[in-house]
């Protein structure tokens, strides 16, 4: 267990619609980092939070957004859902410096 | 910036034989080097990591990574492996004190045979 937790584990809806993802850190760690895995893509980097702030960006598209919370917490935001979208989103969090430590991710099929 | 690249999308071994994955990097700047396992519908687990410290270094599960700077390599071994292993193994790498940019290569499924 890492300490990362991710809500829902799976989520399945249909094109067009919204949904929000959620994000526990670690007790501790201030960075929240947002990936999407695909069979087709790999691990993709998507944005990052450092203590409420955004901090580094990578392949997010421009229907996806995040934010983090005073809490730490951190909820990733997917509109106008493709069925390209399908995939494991996964969350992770770190100390100032070192490792990611990765959540068990969410599962989302888009139909 | 840094880059990493592991050699062979799918590797084979047999129960008890030696594992190595292998992973090579690119860097400007001296590297912090990790390795992750995904075991399947699970989240990546730190394997191990190289931080400038011992050039070998030693994990769970006893895996360990030899960081070879003259090769720009950090490849995974562990002498005997067992079924438990059968994973997707991911190398890593992010500047020194700078884990806002780290980045993964694309990922090794190691296949352990009985």
């Known amino acids: 267990d890492s300490g990362v937790t991710q809500t829902p584990k799976h989520l399945i809806t249909a094109t067009g619609q919204r949904v929000t993802l959620r994000c526990s850190p670690r007790?501790?760690?201030?960075?929240v980092y947002w990936y999407q895995q695909s069979l087709d893509q790999g691990l993709q980097f998507l944005i990052q939070y450092y203590n409420g702030e955004e901090r580094a960006k990578g392949n997010i598209l421009e229907r996806f957004s995040a934010q983090q919370f005073p809490d730490l917490h951190s909820e990733l935001n997917l509109s106008s859902l493709e069925l390209g979208d399908s995939a494991l989103y996964f969350c992770?969090?770190?100390?100032?410096?070192?490792?990611?430590?990765f959540g068990p991710g969410t599962r989302l099929t888009v139909t | 910036a840094q880059s990493v690249t592991q050699l062979g999308s799918h590797v084979s071994v047999s129960e008890g034989a030696l594992v190595l994955l292998r992973c090579n990097y690119s860097?400007?700047?001296?590297?912090?080097l990790f390795w992750y396992v995904q075991y399947p519908n699970q989240g990546l687990q730190l394997l191990l990591k190289y931080t400038s410290a011992a050039t070998l270094v030693k994990g769970i599960n006893g895996f360990e990574a030899e960081f070879k700077k003259s090769e720009t390599s950090f490849h995974l071994t562990k002498p005997s492996a067992h079924m438990s292993d059968a994973a997707e193994y991911f190398c890593?790498?992010?500047?020194?004190?700078?884990?806002?940019?780290?980045?993964f290569g694309a990922g090794t499924r190691l296949t352990v045979k009985p």
């Open positions: 860097s400007s700047v001296p590297p912090y």
């Open positions: 992770a969090s770190s100390p100032d410096s070192g490792e990611q430590y």
């Open positions: 007790s501790g760690d201030l960075s």
């Open positions: 890593a790498v992010s500047p020194p004190y700078n884990n806002n940019d780290m980045r």
